[in-house]
């Protein structure tokens, strides 16, 4: 005999299939490139989403901040379905980023189902409150440098430094930002280049962490923003360099591969200094893995579906 659905299940069922719809929209409507008219409506999504989730991060009403984050995350993910194309097209058909942005249309939808799940249950996590706030800061700094003139600047000073670092070894590198050439290859910088999104991410985790006090959110911050920084221009001096010298063809590998694999692997071994010194990061990312835990009317379905394939 099956099991007759509740209307919780019912109600739970938009959070599967409001992503699903997200991905169809990303691969018919926002096709590369993007309308003209689409990018002019695109803050409008971006910056409401990031409002609401900054809002109900500060309420002190669990309850209204739960349902106002709940808001914030489904329609910040509806900005991220616009860009699953726009990020493997224009940026030499990188497939790793177009595959963050789709998961991650998932898990902010997911992160809106466990809010909507706390105010059934009047169970609200601490954790949701920390990954909103935090998502939240890193979105309002990352579009305050992309959206401005201030990433004109900041591509020109990255591509000076990451030329005259590679100089250092060449002495063959011609600057010329945002370009940077040697030998045969001619690299251009570009805003994804500059590390910006992985610094974001560290200061948006660690400031605002509750009960922290200022002095180590600033170690924190100051533990991961630099070497950052600094390790971002090693790997832009390190895929001209590899292209300069295997040629143009292997710029895909150099870029997408062998660059991207050694910054996740920088910001893992970055990532344990910060739980060393701010280990309340590590708890709340404990806690947001734990979630799946506390079974809703999602996870109770998937357990089926599991069973009966099992």
């Not at 910056?47 to 709940?70: D, P």
């Not at 805003?191 to 924190?220: D, W, Y």
């Not at 600094?230 to 063809?249: E, M, P, Q, S, W």
Request: proline residues 5%; glycine residues 6%; contains cysteine.
């Amino acid at each position: 005999m099956k099991e007759k659905l509740s209307s919780e299940d019912y109600q739970s069922s938009l959070f599967i299939i409001l992503p699903i719809l997200y991905i169809i929209l990303a691969f018919t409507i926002f096709t590369y490139p993007l309308n003209p008219l689409i990018i002019a409506f695109l803050p409008i999504p971006l910056f409401l989403g990031l409002i609401f989730l900054i809002m109900g991060s500060f309420l002190k009403n669990q309850r209204n901040g739960s349902r106002i984050r709940m808001i914030g995350w489904m329609v910040f993910s509806a900005y991220w379905a616009t860009q699953p194309q726009t990020l493997y097209f224009a940026e030499q058909q990188d497939l790793i980023n177009a595959l963050i942005c789709i998961i991650g249309i998932f898990v902010l939808c997911y992160f809106a189902y466990r809010e909507w799940f706390s105010l059934k249950t009047d169970d609200y996590e601490a954790s949701l409150q920390w990954i909103a706030g935090a998502s939240a800061l890193a979105g309002f700094i990352y579009f305050l440098f992309e959206l401005t003139p201030l990433s004109t600047i900041l591509i020109d000073i990255v591509a000076v430094q990451s030329g005259l670092l590679l100089n250092l070894f060449t002495g063959e590198v011609i600057v010329n930002p945002p370009f940077l050439a040697y030998k045969t290859a001619y690299i251009r910088i570009i805003f994804a280049c500059t590390a910006v999104q992985s610094m974001v991410i560290f200061i948006g985790m660690i400031l605002p962490l509750p009960n922290v006090e200022l002095k180590r959110k600033v170690q924190g911050i100051l533990i991961t923003v630099v070497p950052v920084y600094f390790l971002n221009l090693i790997r832009n001096a390190l895929i001209t360099y590899l292209v300069g010298i295997y040629g143009n063809d292997f710029f895909s590998i150099a870029h997408n591969y062998i660059g991207k694999g050694g910054s996740l692997l920088a910001l893992i071994v970055i990532l344990f200094f910060v739980v060393k010194y701010v280990p309340e990061v590590f708890d709340h990312i404990l806690a947001l893995t734990d979630l799946p835990k506390k079974q809703g009317p999602i996870e109770r379905m998937l357990s089926k579906i599991l069973r009966r394939n099992s």
